[in-house]
């Protein structure tokens, strides 16, 4: 933009130079609760989650962006507050090796209060969790609902691909028919669960175990791209 006051002071022509804000803040919920100890595959639920977060922080302190991590259950159990650089990806790292499973139900509310307090600014907010606990009723709908009026809500979880084989897989003894109407239910219940999710107004992935990491940081990049344009 050319500067007028500017440019009359100087007799020259004088440019202002503007730059858009690229810095990003996000705030990483990690679900400790009693479901996180589920098994799938050679990992607890948990520990696939962890891998994500890890891989997420360490791409968004490459970019620049400010990070902070809350671990919770039925209430938050460590917190790490907005950081960035070598020293923010230390802090996510030390927080990480820590987690563990509380046998507890879990309480997302909690957890989404205290992130309110740490984001300043309009932020992405990434919750990684079972989506079973996700019902409209509960307090997750509450919490998502409460992040959602200001910030950019992503929530995460493990699709298990063995219970949508078994919706259809033929029946070899009395018992199989129940447990592909169960796996029908459950899948149900599911699409359910992301349709409200998405009119709360936020964002779902789900993917199996072992690809929910790079699904999350794809939709990552996508959201940076997006505010770099």
Not at 47 to 62: C, D, I, T
Not at 123 to 150: H, Y
Request: glycine letters at 4%; hydrophobic letters at 45%.
């Amino acid at each position: 933009l050319v500067d007028w006051k500017a440019s009359a002071r100087s007799n020259e022509m004088m440019v202002r130079v503007m730059t858009r804000e690229q810095r990003m803040e996000m705030a990483v919920l990690l679900d400790c609760g009693r479901t996180s100890q589920l098994q799938v595959g050679s990992l607890s639920q948990l520990h696939h989650n962890v891998n994500a977060v890890a891989r997420l922080s360490e791409l968004a302190v490459r970019h620049g962006d400010h990070i902070a991590c809350i671990t919770y259950a039925d209430r938050p159990l460590a917190m790490m507050t907005l950081n960035s650089g070598i020293r923010g990806l230390r802090h996510a790292r030390e927080i990480l090796k820590n987690v563990r499973t509380v046998p507890t139900e879990s309480n997302l509310l909690a957890a989404a209060l205290q992130a309110r307090k740490l984001l300043g600014h309009r932020a992405l907010v990434v919750i990684l969790t079972d989506l079973s606990r996700a019902d409209e009723a509960s307090q997750f709908g509450q919490a998502v609902r409460l992040l959602s009026a200001r910030h950019m809500v992503v929530v995460a979880g493990i699709e298990d691909t063995g219970i949508r084989r078994m919706r259809w897989q033929p029946a070899s003894n009395w018992i199989d028919p129940y447990r592909s109407f169960a796996a029908i239910e459950y899948c149900r219940e599911r699409r359910l669960t992301k349709m409200r999710l998405k009119q709360q107004g936020a964002s779902v992935i789900t993917a199996p175990a072992d690809s929910l990491a790079d699904a999350v940081l794809d939709h990552y990049r996508v959201l940076r791209q997006r505010i770099a344009v």
